[in-house]
């Protein structure tokens, strides 16, 4: 069984939808709806239910709530959530790339030349 996902969304300076926030649970949904239309009572807010807009979960656990990471030379390595990036999961941390200062070869440390 799919679990449903209710996401909060508003619009951009284009008219656009651009996804907030997900929820597992309708109530915690429209808590955070009044919230932010308390907030900025300008835009408009709505809650849609369903997974149309995730287009990317994490590659570690799967979650919806990733991000776009990038490794220690601005390189995108894929979606991550925040808890998998902090981890072991992600394996493209700065410390394991091989350098000239630990390993005898690659990329310096620092960025003086």
């Known amino acids: 069984m799919k679990t449903k996902y209710y996401q909060l969304l508003t619009e951009d300076i284009c008219g656009y939808p651009v996804l907030q926030q997900f929820f597992t649970n309708e109530a915690e949904a429209e808590k955070e709806k009044k919230r932010c239309e308390s907030f900025w009572p300008n835009s408009e807010w709505w809650i849609e239910e369903g997974t149309e807009y995730i ?3 994490c590659r570690g656990c799967g979650t919806p709530e990733a991000n776009e990471q990038c490794d220690a030379h601005g390189i995108p390595t894929g979606y991550w959530c925040e ?3 902090e981890s ?3 394996p493209y941390r700065r410390d394991r790339y091989p350098t000239i200062e630990t390993h005898g070869y690659g990329e310096r440390l620092d960025d003086d030349y």
């Open 55 to 57: 287009a990317h979960k």
């Open 83 to 85: 808890p998998c990036y």
């Open 88 to 90: 072991d999961k992600y």
